[in-house]
């Protein structure tokens, strides 16, 4: 694909083609002896190189994602530690109100992930991410301040209508930034702070646990309030220093932010950055059937992710350990989980694949969730097949939706997919919070099946569009190469351009 910047060297020969076959059909650019290219043969500016500015660009873009989802995440199920300090006593919760109150939560975030990330392209990251944080974290201070069950439901609305945004608009950024082939251990990075929240959440509520009776509040309140209040201080500060898309990117120098576009428009095509997302874009991406394949991948784990985040102080609480106890043993499977997500993004960057990484850990689930249903009375046994479900599905997680974003072409097509992938995807969320009954308690025979099955689901999912894209692959390889594209053609069609290749 024939880059626009100014940065590209001229055109080869045929001869000088010969050989040369870059992922996704991108135009080769040879170099000169004076002038340093990077592997897709974009030359870099003059005073710096590759490896460097991509290191500043970790450094300005990745904290300040893992630590806006690493309170995101904490906010959102911060609930199943409150819930060890009195929550249900205190609000006098009968029944199934509890699960009712998580579900409350997925409501507003199913709907409004695809609204968010056409906003976040709107009013940019900068300003559109930090509103939201401050949303909340208003609300998170706000649920430790209700006084019935009608309140918590509220609040718990509003906490999912501010979070929605927060993880496809994450993605969305971190795609805008980097190429496929060494965007997933950003990804995994940036969500394993989901295991260092469970793993922060288990040690701060065993502390604040302890603030028991103070100023008249039992700890379940401290709970929500301190984290609440943390969200919100970080949050106006994120307003003066959080990142934006490159083009828009004051620290980079004019021939930087050139570079950066060159070798994303190399590596994935144009993105067309400066056209607004219309309705007629969310239709025509929605005809695509791997779409909807990337929204079961992502669905089928979210069930035993969030079923774990959201019980697994409950499932723990089961095998007789006082609350604090309970707490501070729902750290050792989320730090597992943070450990093995890194080294598996590190292996699949590595190797420049994302199917196996995507299908192999789930076996690990599959052997804990079975053992789990079969084995009731081997506690050590019990408590090692948690760490086995959060590995397998924590580290699968980001490979799934990295695989499918990166696999999207141009601004308008990555936003609205990636929003429906996370958007449908979550309602994995709805049903995670009723898989877990406190009747079915100790065995959680109901929730464990639940989670093995939709489990199987996210394989089945993934099989087929690693099939559907190899045929695609194998189709286009086939294809008349040059078709008389325009750029605006080939721009507005993303991963549809004949050109493009899909990564496995």
């Known amino acids: 694909m024939t880059n626009s910047t100014s940065l590209a060297a001229p055109a080869p020969s045929d001869s000088e083609k010969a050989g040369v076959d870059v992922m996704g059909n991108n135009t080769y650019h040879p170099g000169t002896a004076d002038i340093e290219y990077d ?21 300005h873009l990745i904290p300040f994602l893992c ?24 609000l006098n919760l009968k029944d199934n109100e509890y699960n009712t109150a998580l579900t409350m939560f997925f409501v507003p975030y199913v ?34 301040l209700v006084q019935n069950y009608s309140g918590l439901l509220a609040t718990r609305f509003f906490l999912g209508l501010f979070e929605s945004g927060m993880f496809p608009g994450c993605f969305y950024l ?19 702070s989901t295991s260092l929240a469970g793993a922060f959440g288990g040690l701060l509520a065993s ?17 929500f309030i301190l984290e609440g209040i943390l969200t919100c201080l970080v949050a106006l500060i994120f307003f003066f220093i959080f990142p934006a898309f490159p083009e828009d990117a004051k620290w980079l120098r004019d021939d930087e932010r050139a570079y950066i576009k060159a070798r994303l428009q190399a590596d994935q095509g144009h993105n067309a950055a400066e056209r607004k997302i219309t309705f007629r874009d969310v239709i025509n991406v929605m005809k695509d059937h791997r779409i909807y394949l ?29 609350p604090i106890q309970t707490q501070l043993h729902s750290v050792p499977p989320w730090a597992a989980s943070f450990g093995f997500s890194l080294l598996i993004a590190v292996l699949s960057d590595w190797m420049r694949h994302r199917a196996a990484f995507a299908l192999a850990p789930l076996a690990l689930g599959l052997a804990a969730f079975a053992t789990l249903l079969k084995v009731h009375n081997n506690t050590p046994l019990q408590y090692g097949m948690l760490h086995l479900v959060t590995i397998s599905t924590y580290a699968v997680l980001p490979i799934t939706v990295c ?57 089945l999912a993934s099989t087929l569009y690693l ?23 080939k721009t507005e069609m993303g991963d549809l351009n004949p050109e493009f290749r899909y990564m496995y």
């Open 67 to 90: 630590v806006l989802y690493l309170l995101a995440f904490l906010d959102r199920v911060n609930i199943a530690n409150a819930r060890s300090f009195k929550l249900v006593d205190d």
């Open 174 to 192: 971190i795609s805008m930034w980097y190429k496929r082939n060494e965007s997933q251990k950003r990804y995994s990075l940036f969500f394993s």
């Open 39 to 59: 592997e897709l043969h974009v030359p870099c500016p003059p005073h710096t190189t590759e490896r460097r500015l991509m290191t500043r660009i970790d450094w």
């Open 294 to 322: 990337g929204g079961f991948m992502y669905f089928g784990l979210i069930v035993p992710a969030y079923g774990y985040a959201f019980f697994a102080p409950t499932i723990i609480s089961t095998y007789n350990y006082d």
């Open 207 to 223: 502390a604040i646990g302890k603030m028991q009776g103070i100023r008249g509040y039992n700890g379940w309140r401290w709970i």
């Open 111 to 144: 709907v409004a992930e695809i609204p968010s990330n056409i906003l976040l392209k709107k009013f940019s990251p900068r300003v559109w991410l930090p509103t939201c944080m401050l949303g909340f974290g208003i609300a998170s201070v706000c649920q430790g």
């Open 467 to 489: 099939i559907s894209i190899y045929l695609e692959n194998q189709r286009r390889a086939k294809a008349v190469r040059d078709v008389g594209l325009s750029d605006y053609e």
């Open 403 to 459: 695989w499918f974003n990166m696999n999207l072409g141009g601004h308008h097509r990555r936003a609205i997919g990636t929003a429906w992938q996370i958007g449908f995807g979550n309602i994995g969320g709805i049903i995670a919070t009723f898989a877990f009954l406190s009747k079915d308690a100790p065995w959680f025979t109901n929730g464990y099946s639940i989670c093995l099955g939709f489990t199987c689901l996210s394989g």
